[in-house]
């Protein structure tokens, strides 16, 4: 089941911040701190998972219950794999 990846549900603090679209930009602003020179992705996972090259499919889900709301992404095939940053995560 390797082809599979999804990230963690990440709690919000109230479902008009956690809009699919809201989630997305917010994880994808992790791209301030990626050091493309390196082959690794400390602090910028969620980022690096979204522009993953080798990725071509993402699902991703946003849910709320009562103060609770999270959201999910699902990837195929999975990205995030060690030593594998260089040539998938593109430096603009």
Sequence with gaps: MDKIFGRPAVPHPSPEVATNDAVRLNWYFEERIHNYTCNCNKNS????????KSSREMGFGVATVGNFTAACALYYPRGNIKEEFLENVLSP
């Design 45 to 52: 996972g969620q980022f690096t998972q979204i522009v993953w």
